[in-house]
């Protein structure tokens, strides 16, 4: 049996936590997507875990893969990795050879484009950790995949390739200057990032590490075998649905496809495989996000204050603040469809106890005309104006009490809003997170129950 688990908004609803809730029944937990972009706080043993890249599930001993349609920094996977070990732990990380590596060059092309954009309001306020250009080089053909870290010639040989073109980009178009002193925010130097010699024999030495490890892997031909063999599988989406390149708010996006068919594409496991199993969107009781681009229903002043302080919306991986808003239907309904949601989990509502106001947009309007789903463009998802339905806000209440009590304990008003809530997605809700603590979830229904 698969469990998939993705974002229904923005990023940041909170997955973790579920991932976390759901992380014991599954023998291999798989993200599919992203890479060092997505900050997620792991609690096992009383012990938290902080991790960008390394799959949640590696914390608590099981498989954790990084299937093709992620981009992998081997920095960053290291330095995970011997965290972990450091703490007394033995991950078992496997990585597909086929996954794109995260090179020095496309962060220092991150910020730059980012930089270039600002004029036109066009950045998309990326996490800088160079998710967008090795993506490209992908797409473009151009890129370095795990399997060639492994054969330094090929290495080589790509490099080669790929250098004078992207020195030309950082140097012509971004008028950077490479053997200068100036570096940006870069963990190495400017003029190594771009130096072949340099690149080919610090990723080299990540390859002999990764083969003296057995850490890579086919990685459809491993997910079928254990699927086979009767293993569960936790696929763990990062980002969000209106994140995703494809279905998002397109260009303020990341580069890869958080919805369920990425989990697919992403690992190498047929549709099928995804679709027999259980979808489980997240979703926050409000939204919350941290780069730019449309959001219809954004609030601010001391209430988006309020909320921002209670629900601690600050960027895990920037810290930057994020930007608050009221709960967009539109925004689910679209997420529902494009992923084909079996349940729902809804984070936060606590947060939202106790305000003085409360709203959901349950459609948007643009000239009087109705939309029940995001506009295609972001030109037009900007000019939509909410059509809101308010709801009486609910008293604050022990989450702790109500977690242990069932969702019959919630206040009424707060059941109301989850009923129309599941309602409009057409889909149950499995769980609903009542504070930050682990004993704070009220738990519905467990997706691996039938499994
Ligand atoms: P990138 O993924 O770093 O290229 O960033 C592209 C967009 O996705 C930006 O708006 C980021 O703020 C957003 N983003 C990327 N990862 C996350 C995440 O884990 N949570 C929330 N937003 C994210």
Redesign the pocket.
Known sequence: MTVTIVGAQ???EGKGALVDRWGGPPDVVVRFQ?GD???HTVVNDGQEYKLSLVPSGAVRGKTGVLGNGCVVNPRTLFSEVDGLRDRGLNPNVRVARRAHVIMPYHRVLDSAEEGEKEDDDLE??????G??PTYEDKAGRRGVRVGDLLNPDVLRNRLEYVLPRTRLLAEEVYGLDLDGAETPDLPVDLADAFDLDWLHTKFAEYGRRLRGEEMTIDCGSYLVERYAAGDRILFEG??GTS?DIDHGGYP????SNPTAGGAAVGSGVGPGVVGQGEVVGIVKAYLSK???GPMPTEIDGSLADEVRERGGEFGT?TGRPRRIGWLDLPMLRHASRASGFTGVAVNHLDVLAGLDELRVAEAYKIDGERFAVPPATAEQWAACEPVYREFTPWPEFDGRATASEGIEALPAAARDYLDYLSETVDAPVYAVGVGPDRAETIEVANPWSDG
């Open positions: 923005l990023g940041d992203g972009n997505a900050g998309a306020g990326t996490t800088g950790r998710i967008g990062a980002q994140l303020y996006v990341t580069s941290v780069g730019t991986v």
